[in-house]
């Protein structure tokens, strides 16, 4: 499961781990607020052993604000490090966290030597395929990594200047992991949103794993997918709207307990356009929705969705 930005609560963590995931990393967490004790960061920190393996995802710069926010993570017991270098936003980038390291693969290997040195756990890298469309560098920063002691990387098939417009390149994902040489696994990452693309992104790079990020929002059921195919060459069905409704359900609740009813359900309520999408929502309904305040005013909209799919059924 991807460290998405705003869709990476514990709940939904938990939901993806039943459902298959391999395992999850944190929303990416800024030294800083660390090392200041930031009561959004140190809530969002909070994680439960069912998680597991669960990795605290860190922006890296320099290493004086890099060891501090290690060693106070360090007690909090989570299975790995992993330090983000592909962040492409651009008030990150403009202030060397990010993508902006792709541009000195010197300075990556460095940093990943000293947080190695520095926790008892593996230290994994998260990259993209360079910073500028012309210097593609993560084959350069991904053996450095490695040789520094990175126990693992995921690159994100694109630059980081190409933003989320350019297409996914699976042969720039595939030239790290020529780099790699076999030496760590490598998850590739980028577009991956149901069976057929992850079974794509597995051919046609060569990587070992895959990251999935917005094709697991409101559909858990992807990790148990793919998983299943790889094992037994099977499809599964697709899950029916009552247990997606139930799962729904669950997470709303497990959001509530971590944010409150008011501001959890404005968290989860946007979750409803991923977890009901396939059941073809119009937009009229698609708009109540979006006015909904509370989860008794959710509800009749989707005991809607249901009678109209037990209609179709009869």
């Known amino acids: 499961m991807a460290p998405m930005m705003g869709y990476n609560e514990a709940p939904l963590r938990r939901i993806c781990r039943r459902y298959g995931s391999g395992l999850a990393v944190t929303e990416m967490v800024k030294p800083e607020k660390l090392l200041r004790g930031d009561p959004n960061v140190l809530r969002d920190l909070e994680f439960a052993d069912e998680e597991r393996p669960l990795g605290v995802q860190i922006a890296v710069r320099e290493e004086e604000e890099l060891l501090p926010a290690l060693e106070l993570l360090a007690p909090r017991g989570f299975d790995f490090v992993d330090l983000n270098m592909g962040c492409p936003l651009k008030k990150e980038c403009n202030k060397g966290w990010g993508a902006a390291l792709l541009k000195d693969p010197a300075k990556v290997a460095r940093l990943v030597a000293a947080s190695v040195a520095a926790v008892d756990v593996p230290v994994t890298v998260k990259v993209r395929t360079g910073y500028e469309l012309e210097e593609r560098t993560a084959p350069e920063v991904v053996e450095g990594a490695i040789e520094a002691g990175a126990a693992l990387v995921c690159v994100h098939g694109r630059t980081k200047m190409g933003w989320y417009r350019e297409e996914n390149d699976l042969s720039a994902i595939a030239d790290v ?138």
Request: aromatic residues 10%; charged residues 30%.
């Open 177 to 314: 992991v020529a780099a790699a040489r076999g030496r760590v696994p490598v998850i590739g990452n980028g577009d991956v949103v149901d069976l057929d693309t992850a079974l794509a992104m597995f051919e046609q790079t060569g990587c070992d794993a895959v990251m999935i990020g917005r094709g697991a929002v409101g559909n858990p059921w992807v990790f148990r997918e793919v998983d299943h195919y790889l094992r037994c060459g099977e499809r599964l069905e697709r899950p029916d709207f009552a247990t997606v409704r139930e799962l729904f359900e669950e997470h709303m609740e497990g959001v509530a307990e971590i944010f409150g009813e008011r501001k959890g359900f404005r968290q989860v309520r946007r979750y409803a356009f991923y977890y009901f999408g396939r059941f073809g929502l119009d937009n009229a309904w698609r708009a109540r929705a979006a006015q909904a305040k509370t989860r008794a005013e959710l509800a009749p909209l989707l005991d809607e969705i249901e009678r109209g799919q037990l209609s179709a059924a009869s």
